[in-house]
């Protein structure tokens, strides 16, 4: 039955040494990527909007470690770089996307909101706020009517939560028990609009309850306490029993999209969530203490994250704008 | 080699900025995401964040300065190990990148401003026996056949299982293929546009009834901006191979809210194909060939043709290739276009205007999106004369596209101005006689006719 309770890292599973550095790893490497991607903002390469995922990376990482990436699907919404590279896109795809040229994963046609892989089960990338929970739900419906045994994660964020189509598609879900795990990233603010003026009930797992849908408070910059409450709602989306609600507390640094100020917050709050709340810090720090890394082979992935980054950079600031020709062509399929 | 810090665009519309303040000094670690200075932009003053780690070596443009242009190199970062003497070696200033552009433009398709087709759209075949049959049957064997035929294909909407539908269009098709195949949804159509599209992404092939078009407006997010433009947003990566179906337009006394016309909104869009059969057997080979297109395609039906019967060919293999119309009734003096019911209406008025010497040839568009321009123009270069009919509003209606295409494409062969005839331009009265008065009759189609003839 519909219930709502907190999860913590007490309740972490068991995960190799070399499954915690991977985390490490795929978490910098959104974080330094995200950083290029602000970089070649400034430097006008990148245009129009680009909404980076800066601080919110255990959310991603830990989630996509609960499924598996043969059979399960991914959508989210247009904050969506750190998902793509969780799913095992290129990097340089993406970021020529970003950089609008043909060696883009759409080509240079749909930019940083719409970037699609079905070889990676990745279904975008969607702009409309809200749009991608029906979309995720549909997903969840075919893996279903398919019996193929795959499991949709649905990510959407705080703000998407107040759109009507949610309820509609979580109505759904639990009437028909389809395979699917609602992920909300709460970063607290819908661009510049803080949960608590945007919401009469701001526990965000709590939104199921009236469709007999669990949810879940989850520590979303603990990278294990994720992948814990991920494997759980994985499990019992995959057995059947329909869909669970994550709600993943976290943050992000920079503003809403490269445009906004951010006055709405104080520098002491964004001070406080990177100095003591950091996921890669946090788990930096976990992982030193257990002694599985050492300041040497820190600087080895750092430089490995960093060699990655600096390529894709110079790959999408070299290939080629698309062919004019490209403004005719997949308005429709043959 | 010291890095150069970059003026940053801190917006999409930047050009230049005040450096108001530098929260770093020369000397300074830098780690990647400090703030280094404040910006103000044309919009608000924004933090500037570092990206590479190092030592502030040496400030370029101080605090407080205006106007400068982004781009311009603002600080020298020294990268690890480098010491103060690199700050001298930097000899080139930056250039930004040249972005290799391709500005040449891409001819449009000669004839048309439309995408073209990505293929040619295949001639219609000629099948032998029919059968007489209602467009609701029509329209029900379409789907039985085509789901036989993939199990892919599934229908979904309020009322079309246990109910056997709204309008019982899909009478039987829950006996056949169970519950699994013909889904009775809570009454969400845009949750259940959106999850069909989903599931069309998932590579199934659903058919998603409304129970009449006016409630497609709920959806419509996702027809146009989840379903018409992912292929072109992703690049051809992702296609949506989706049927949204239901009646549309005027039924009978219903009011403002469920009377109206969705052509035109809907064939607005490109990614989308748009069909509007008139008889049974439009409804058959259009339906099925729309189920079994790789790309979204709206049907819209009309309520007040479902219990009419016309003969439909038996041949299993029957389909009506989209984008092709059909001459009803031929004819030398007039190019009547219609769709939908309103085709009927058009043969009516043809009967009675035969009876002035007034021989009209009669199209029937079926395909609203792609349009038989070709059928349309070959006509009018015979006739000389166009009116079209619709039952939907003048503004921005299908007759206004038809107008441009043949002032673009037979201008040269027109004997008289292109005449619309549509429903009036007010929400749908309930009144029996306003209702009436709203909506194209067979006397306001003569009266258009034989102004074209001056007559």
Known sequence: MATARRRSRADAPAVTDAELIGYYRDMLLIRRFEEKAGQLYGMGLINGFCHLYIGQEAVVVGMQSAISNARDSVITSYRDHGHMLACGMDAKGVMAELTGRAGGYSKGKGGSMHMFSREKKFYGGHGIVGAQVPLGTGLAFAHKYSQDGGVCLCYLGDGAVNQGQVYESFNMAGLWKLPVVYVIENNKYAMGTSIERASAGTELCRRGVAYNIPGVAVDGMDVLAVKAAGEEAVARARAGDGPTILEMKTYRYRGHSMSDPAKYRSKEEVAKMREQHDPIDQLRKALTDKGLVTEDSLKEIDRAVKAIVTEAADFATTSPEPDPSELWTDVLMA | ?455
């Open chain 2, 1 to 455: 080699m010291p890095v150069q810090i970059l003026m940053p665009a801190l917006s999409p519309t930047m050009t230049e900025g005040k450096l108001a303040r530098w929260l770093k000094a020369e000397g300074d670690a830098v780690k990647s995401g400090d703030v280094l200075a404040e910006i103000e932009t044309d919009k608000a003053t924004m933090e500037m964040e570092a990206v590479e780690e190092g030592v502030l070596g040496k400030i370029l443009i101080a605090a407080g300065s205006e106007g400068v242009a982004v781009n311009t190199p603002i600080a020298l970062l020294l990268e690890e190990g480098e010491d103060a003497a690199a700050l001298d070696n930097v000899l080139d200033t930056f250039t930004p990148k040249s972005v290799p552009v391709n500005h040449d433009h891409a001819a449009p398709s000669p004839q048309s401003l439309c995408a073209p087709e990505p293929v040619a759209i295949p001639e219609e075949k000629v099948y032998g026996k029919t059968v007489r049959q209602t467009v609701r049957e029509a329209l029900r064997d379409a789907m039985a056949e085509e789901m036989r035929r993939d199990p892919a294909v599934f229908l979904m909407g309020e009322e079309v299982a246990q109910y056997q539908g709204a309008y019982k269009v899909s009478q039987g098709l829950l006996d056949e293929f169970g519950a699994e195949r013909v889904i009775d949804t809570p009454i969400t159509e845009m949750g259940f546009a959106g999850l069909g599209v989903g599931a069309a992404y998932g590579g199934l092939k659903p058919i998603i009834e409304f129970m009449t078009f006016n409630f497609s407006m709920q959806a419509i997010d996702h027809i146009i901006n989840s379903a018409a433009k992912t292929l072109y947003m992703g690049g051809g990566q992702l296609p949506s191979s989706i049927v949204f179906r239901g009646p549309n337009g005027a039924a009978s006394r219903v009011g403002a809210q469920h009377s109206q016309c969705y052509a035109s909104w809907y064939a607005h869009c490109p990614g989308l194909k748009v069909v509007a059969p008139y008889s049974a057997a439009d409804a058959k080979g259009l339906l099925k060939a729309a189920i079994r297109d790789p790309n979204p395609v709206v049907v819209l039906e009309n309520e007040l043709m479902y219990g009419q019967s016309f003969d439909v060919p038996e041949d299993p293999d029957f389909i009506i290739p989209i984008g092709k119309a059909k001459i009803e009734r031929a004819g030398h003096s007039v190019t009547l276009t219609a769709f939908s019911r309103m085709v009927g209406v058009a043969l009516e008025a043809a009967e009675v205007l035969a009876k002035d010497g007034i021989a009209v040839e009669v199209i029937n568009l079926r395909s609203i999106r792609p349009l038989d321009v070709d059928c349309i123009v070959g006509s009018v270069k015979k006739t000389n004369r166009l009116v079209t009919l619709e039952e939907g509003w003048p503004y921005a209606g299908i007759g206004s596209e038809i107008a441009s295409v043949i002032n673009e494409q037979a201008f040269d062969w027109l004997d008289a101005p292109v005449t619309r005839v549509c429903g009036k331009d007010v929400p749908m009265p309930y009144a029996a006689n306003l209702e009436r008065l709203a909506l194209p009759q067979i006397e306001d189609v003569v009266a258009a006719v034989k102004a074209v003839c001056y007559r």
